[in-house]
C-alpha cells in the first residue's frame, strides 16, 4: 500500500510513538481523580480491570488490525470509507473532528488546575495561559510529527517521575496500610456508576487516534504492535498502582477529586512531591494537547481530499509539510471553548468519541465478510460472529454511561442532549455538502 507521507518528510521512531501513543491515550492518571468519589473504595479498582478487558482491548485489537491492513494518513476515516461508504465515513471523520475539540479544551484548564499548586493567583490568568498552550503546541505541530515525538519523549517522562516517587514513598511510610478492598458495587447508584464509567473510559479512550499520521511512521506495523504494548502496559500499571495507593492513603476522596493528586503526594509523602505531581500535571496536559492536535490535525486533510471539506484545509505547510492550516483552524476552535467545565467536557467528549468508535468495529466486522482474503498483517483470529459479540461490549458500556447520566437526579443533562445535538450535526452537513455538490 502506497505511504502517504513526502519522502523528504522524516518517519516517527516506535519508542518516540510509544511516547506519543500514551500521551494520546492516557497522559498518567491525571484527570482519575474524580473515579474514588463515585465508584468508592470498592468499586474504583474494579472498574480499572473491568473496563480495559470489555471495552480497551476489543479497541486495542480492532485498531491493530484495521492499522495493519491500511497503515495510511487519515486512519479510522479511511477505514470506515473502505467498509461502509463515503457518507459513513463522512459521519465518522465530523463525529471524531467534533469529540476533539471537546477533548482538547480540557487539557489547557488542567494546566492551569495543576499550575495554580504553585500560586492560586496563576488562575486569574487562565484564559491567557491557555491560550499561551493551545497555540504553542500548534506551533509544534507545525513543525511536524519528529519534533512533537521527541517532546512527548520528554514529557512522558516528568509525567511518570513524580508517581514513581509516589509508589516507593507509599512503601516506607508506616501511615499507609495496604488492604485488598472488597470488590464491589454494592451502595453505589446507577447515576453514580454512570459519571465513573465515563471517567474510566476517558481515561483510556484514544487508540484509534493514533492511526490518523499511520502514513508519518517508520514501518507501520511493527511499530504500531512494539508501541501500543509499551503505552497500554504503562498506562494500566499507573492508573492500578495510583487507585490503589489512593483508596488505602486515607485521603478524602471528594476533596481529591477538587484538589487533585497533589493532595494525595502530600498526605503520603509531604510537600514536595505535591509539587512534584504538579509539574507531572503540568506536562500531562501539556503532552496529550500536543498529541492529540497532531491526530486530529490530519482527518479534515484527508477529508478535504475526498471533497468533503474545502481544499485549502488540506494545505500543505511548504517547508514542513505539515496540514498547517488544518492545525490552526483546530487551534483557533478549541480557543474559544474553555467556557465548559471540566466534567461537562468529558461528557461531551465520551458521548461522541463512543459514536466514532461504535462505526469502527462495525467496519471491522463488515472487512472480514467483504475482504475475507486482504492482506492484514496483523489479524485477531476469532470467527466473525465471535467477534461481533465481543465487539458489542465496548458499545454496551458506552449506552450504559449515558443512561446512567441521563437517569441522575436534579441534573440538567445539557452537556448530553449537546453532545447528542452534536451526532445529529453529521447527517445535517452531510445533506448540505450533497445538495452543494449538485
Known amino acids: ?30 484527570g482519575l481523580e474524580p473515579l474514588t468519589q463515585y465508584a468508592g473504595k470498592n468499586g474504583a479498582l474494579l472498574l480499572l480491570i473491568i473496563v480495559p478487558l470489555l471495552c480497551d482491548l476489543p479497541a486495542v485489537l480492532m485498531v491493530l488490525e484495521l492499522n495493519s491492513m491500511m497503515p495510511v494518513n487519515g486512519g479510522y476515516y479511511k477505514w470506515v470509507d473502505r467498509a461502509l461508504g463515503r457518507r459513513w465515513a463522512f459521519f465518522e471523520g465530523w463525529w471524531t473532528w467534533l469529540y476533539s475539540f471537546a477533548d482538547l479544551a480540557i487539557y489547557p484548564v488542567l494546566f492551569v488546575t495543576y499550575a495554580s499548586y504553585f500560586s492560586p493567583a496563576i488562575a486569574e490568568w487562565k484564559h491567557v495561559i491557555c491560550l499561551i498552550l493551545i497555540w504553542g503546541s500548534a506551533g509544534l505541530n507545525i513543525l511536524g510529527i519528529v519534533p512533537v515525538g521527541k517532546v512527548s519523549l520528554m514529557l512522558g517522562a516528568i509525567i511518570i517521575a513524580p508517581f514513581v516517587c509516589l509508589f516507593g514513598a507509599a512503601i516506607i511510610n508506616p501511615s499507609v496500610h495496604f488492604t485488598v478492598p472488597t470488590f464491589s458495587f454494592s451502595g453505589i447508584s446507577f447515576s453514580a456508576l454512570g459519571m465513573a464509567l465515563y471517567f474510566v473510559m476517558w481515561n483510556f479512550l484514544g487508540w484509534d487516534n493514533t492511526t490518523t499520521y499511520a502514513g508519518e511512521v517508520d514501518k507501520p506495523v511493527k511499530s504500531y504492535l512494539i508501541s501500543s504494548a509499551i503505552a497500554s502496559g504503562t498506562v494500566i500499571v499507573l492508573y492500578l498502582l495510583t487507585t490503589y495507593i489512593t483508596i488505602n492513603s486515607g485521603v478524602n476522596f471528594e476533596k481529591l477529586s477538587d484538589e487533585g493528586y497533589p493532595l494525595l503526594g502530600k498526605i503520603v509523602a509531604g510537600p514536595w512531591l505535591a509539587a512534584f505531581i504538579s509539574i507531572g500535571g503540568m506536562a500531562s496536559a501539556m503532552g496529550i494537547f500536543a498529541a492529540v492536535m497532531l491526530s486530529i490535525s490530519r482527518i479534515p486533510k484527508a477529508m478535504a481530499d475526498d471533497n468533503l471539506f474545502p481544499k485549502w484545509l488540506a494545505k500543505p505547510h511548504k517547508k514542513y509539510q505539515t496540514p498547517y492550516v488544518s492545525i490552526l483552524v483546530t487551534a483557533t476552535i478549541v480557543s474559544l471553548m474553555d467556557f465548559w467545565s471540566f466534567k461537562e467536557l468529558i461528557v461531551i467528549d465520551v458521548i461522541l468519541y463512543g459514536a466514532g468508535i461504535s462505526l469502527e468495529f462495525i467496519s471491522l466486522i463488515v472487512l472480514r465478510y467483504k475482504e475475507p482474503d486482504a492482506h492484514r498483517p496483523f489479524k ?42 452534536g451526532l445529529l450535526s453529521a447527517p445535517i452537513a452531510w445533506f448540505i455538502i450533497k445538495r452543494r455538490k449538485k
Do not use: D, E, W
Open 380 to 421: 485477531v483470529n476469532i470467527h466473525p460472529v465471535l467477534l461481533s459479540c465481543i465487539m458489542l461490549l465496548p458499545i454496551g458500556l458506552y449506552i450504559s454511561a449515558m443512561v446512567g447520566i441521563l437517569i441522575k437526579p436534579n441534573s440538567s443533562h445539557f452537556q448530553v442532549y449537546f453532545a447528542l445535538l
Open 1 to 30: 500500500m502506497n505511504r502517504t507521507a513526502s519522502p523528504k518528510v522524516k518517519l516517527l521512531k516506535a519508542f518516540s510513538l510509544a511516547a506519543v501513543i500514551f500521551l494520546t491515550v492516557s497522559g498518567g492518571p491525571y
